[in-house]
């Protein structure tokens, strides 16, 4: 038996930033992005397929070329660099990290040190960083241990990158607020994230599982926090990128009754659903009733 988690594929700003590339793809030969668009590479294959180009950096966007700026988004500074250049610029940020690049902004103009929870290799925290009015008045942790070696502020502003937990938000929300004389805290979890992660409680609890497929990009955030709380939850997790590593792990099924299936805000629903075909036609030839 196969039971999909309640919530899984694509979010909003994904499905936004993929379809708007899609759609200009319709009228332009070629589209740019600095940076992967998403973090699933059998998604952005496709796009590249049909005209997509991949920067490292600004610098390497050739004059007249179509730019969307990916969901993750840019710093001010990328983005201000391509308008002089008169690069034609689409900005596709997620709603959720533009709020938080917002909030980066407007509290760092109001005096507040700002600390942003999240991976500081990661793109949406180098766009978030690159809104905050002073680079130097702000700084990065990854976690509540991080979180006990931030110096003392009198004013502090915690913003948390999009896709981490909210427990672990508030554990660095509560270890701040003896680093400071006043603490703004602004929980900037997308929603689709937290609706994520609860469904794969959910999936695991209300059902009797013998293991959980995640399917996402190994590179993915989101997808990366799902396998800590599956993890976390003691079912056996595993973990694939496309079909080909599902079927080179087909014996990780054998005695496999009831599979969950679970997929980041990353992953596209053509894929999802190559995956459950693969493990359904695996779970038939083990006599198992498909649902």
């Given at each position: 038996?196969i039971?999909?988690?309640?919530?899984?594929?694509?979010?909003?700003g994904v499905?936004?930033?993929?379809?708007a590339?899609s759609?200009?793809?319709k009228d332009?030969p070629?589209v740019?992005t600095i940076g992967l668009p998403?973090h699933?590479?059998q998604?952005?294959?496709r796009?590249e397929?049909?005209g997509?180009?991949?920067?490292?950096?600004?610098?390497?966007?050739?004059e007249?070329?179509?730019v969307?700026?990916?969901?993750h988004?840019?710093?001010?500074d990328?983005?201000?660099?391509?308008?002089?250049?008169?690069?034609?610029?689409?900005?596709?940020?997620?709603?959720?990290v533009?709020?938080?690049q917002e909030?980066?902004?407007?509290?760092?103009q109001?005096?507040?040190?700002?600390?942003?929870?999240g991976?500081?290799n990661?793109?949406?925290?180098?766009g978030i960083?690159?809104?905050v009015d002073?680079p130097?008045?702000a700084?990065v942790?990854?976690?509540?241990?991080?979180?006990?070696?931030?110096q003392?502020h009198a004013k502090?502003a915690?913003?948390?990158?999009?896709?981490?937990r909210?427990?672990?938000?508030?554990?660095?929300a509560?270890i701040?607020v003896g680093?400071s004389?006043?603490?703004r805290v602004c929980n900037?979890?997308?929603?689709?994230?937290a609706?994520?992660?609860?469904?794969?409680r959910?999936?695991?609890?209300?059902?009797?599982l013998?293991?959980?497929?995640l399917?996402?990009g190994?590179?993915?955030?989101n997808?990366?926090?799902?396998r800590?709380?599956?993890q976390?939850?003691?079912v056996?997790v595993?973990?694939?990128e496309d079909?080909?590593e599902?079927?080179?792990?087909?014996?990780?099924?054998?005695?496999?009754?009831?599979?969950g299936?679970?997929?980041?805000a990353?992953?596209?629903e053509w894929?999802?659903?190559?995956?459950k075909n693969?493990i359904a036609?695996?779970q038939?030839?083990?006599?198992?009733?498909i649902h």
């Open positions: 038996m039971i999909m988690a309640e919530h899984a594929g694509f979010c909003f499905k936004r930033a993929v379809d590339i759609e200009s793809l332009n070629e740019w998403i699933n590479p998604e952005v294959s796009l397929s049909l997509l180009r991949v920067a490292q950096n600004d610098s390497e966007i050739p007249g070329a179509k969307l700026i990916r969901a988004g840019e710093p001010l990328v983005i201000d660099r391509l308008i002089k250049r008169g690069i034609d610029v689409e900005d596709m940020t997620c709603p959720f533009k709020k938080a909030k980066a902004s407007s509290l760092s109001e005096g507040y040190y700002v600390v942003l929870l991976d500081k990661h793109p949406e925290i180098k960083m690159g809104h002073n130097e008045n700084e942790i990854a976690d509540e241990k991080e979180a006990s070696g931030v003392f502090t915690l913003i948390s990158q999009t896709t981490q909210e427990e672990r938000l508030e554990k660095a509560a701040l680093k004389s006043e603490l900037t979890i997308c929603k689709a994230t609706q994520r992660q609860e469904a794969v959910n999936l695991v609890r209300q059902n009797n013998d293991g959980v497929v399917i996402g190994k590179s993915s955030a997808t990366s926090k799902l800590d709380i599956l976390a939850e003691g056996d595993l973990w694939v079909e080909n599902t079927l080179e792990n087909q014996h990780w099924f054998n005695g496999k009754i009831i599979v299936i679970a997929a980041g990353s992953t596209p894929l999802i659903h190559k995956i693969i036609a695996k038939d030839l083990q006599g198992v009733l």
